[in-house]
Nanobody, 116 residues
Framework: QVQLVESGGGLVQAGGSLRLSCAAS????????MGWYRQAPGKQRELVAV???????NYADSVKGRFTISGDNAKNTVYLQMNSLKPEDTAVYYC??????????WGQGTQVTVSS
């Protein structure tokens, strides 16, 4: 069973930075897509950033220019570097990985709180 474990969340002031990590129990190159999603209280889960096996990357408009997704194959880890954080970035952030034949995996989530 594939496991994804997030870490790196916490409390930060507006304008600050955090780096989230998603450690996978299997090589990340075996995933077709890996991404970060977030869910704020009372809102639906939304896409933040995805990186595909071919290297293409997409970001939500709300985080473009502030967040960067990257992967380290040697560490089986995907990162989300978050800069210039805003209070509206407050949410639980989830790591997701999609593999062939219907494999769709989620981490347990990590809380990010940005104070104004």
């Amino acid at each position: 069973q594939v496991q994804l474990v997030e870490s790196g969340g916490g409390l930060v002031q507006a304008g600050g930075s955090l780096r989230l990590s998603c450690a996978a129990s299997s090589p990340i190159f075996r995933f077709n897509v890996m991404g970060w999603y977030r869910q704020a209280p009372g809102k639906q889960r939304e896409l933040v950033a995805v990186i595909r096996s071919g290297g293409s990357i997409n970001y939500a408009d709300s985080v473009k220019g502030r967040f960067t997704i990257s992967g380290d194959n040697a560490k089986n880890t995907v990162y989300l570097q978050m800069n210039s954080l805003k209070p509206e970035d407050t949410a639980v952030y989830y790591c997701n990985g999609i593999r062939g034949l219907g494999g769709d995996y989620w981490g347990q989530g990590t809380q990010v709180t940005v104070s104004s």
